[in-house]
């Protein structure tokens, strides 16, 4: 099975920079994703990591680290739009077919 | 790209009618579609995986027989929710693999479904 853990809730102020962590345990890894939600709306696909290290792309990046089974998101240049629930999502073996399971979110919100 | 689409965004039904909910890929084919179901303040949850031209495959804990699902063609896959009851009211999501480096999801915009 798998299992993911990410901080329920975050606040940051605006212009800072926020990093949301998260770990997993999982078998068969095969990807972590990072998907941002605001409220009422379906998953946006931000970033997607297989190997170990940082991927960048814009105000955001994604590190990943297999053997310690973490990664985490930094969001740059805090806005307030970027005030939404991020989802780390696993793909990895179950039952034979691959899977992708999601943490429960964390919300984060940016103030002033 | 990779664009997904839902209809319809919204439904209200009465109890004991039955509800379809169609995910097309637009601009892509989709061998593979996913079904997932949020409460409100929870995660995604994943109800099914929906493959072009045979039966889906369920999670455990949810009624094949209630959640109706047909991948007919590489661009849509429907869910039919038989005979509604208010527990079923919830956020329902899909999303299409785009094959490819990342093997990534795209999701559909949702569809919220109110069982009265």
Known sequence: ?112 | GAVVSQHPSRVICKSGTSVKIECRSLDFQATTMFWYRQFPKQSLMLMATSNEGSKATYEQGVEKDKFLINHASLTLSTLTVTSAHPEDSSFYICSARVQGNTDTQYFGPGTRLTVL
């Open chain 1, 1 to 112: 099975g798998q299992n993911i853990d990410q901080p329920t809730e975050m606040t940051a102020t605006e212009g800072a920079i926020v990093q949301i962590n998260c770990t997993y345990q999982t078998s068969g890894f095969n990807g972590l994703f990072w998907y941002q939600q605001h409220a009422g709306e379906a998953p946006t696909f931000l970033s997607y990591n297989v190997l170990d290290g940082l991927e960048e792309k814009g105000r955001f990046s994604s590190f990943l680290s297999r053997s310690k089974g973490y990664s985490y998101l930094l969001l740059k240049e805090l806005q307030m739009k970027d005030s939404a629930s991020y989802l780390c999502a696993v793909q990895g073996d179950s039952g034979g077919y691959q899977k992708v399971t999601f943490g429960t979110g964390t919300k984060l919100q940016v103030i002033p």
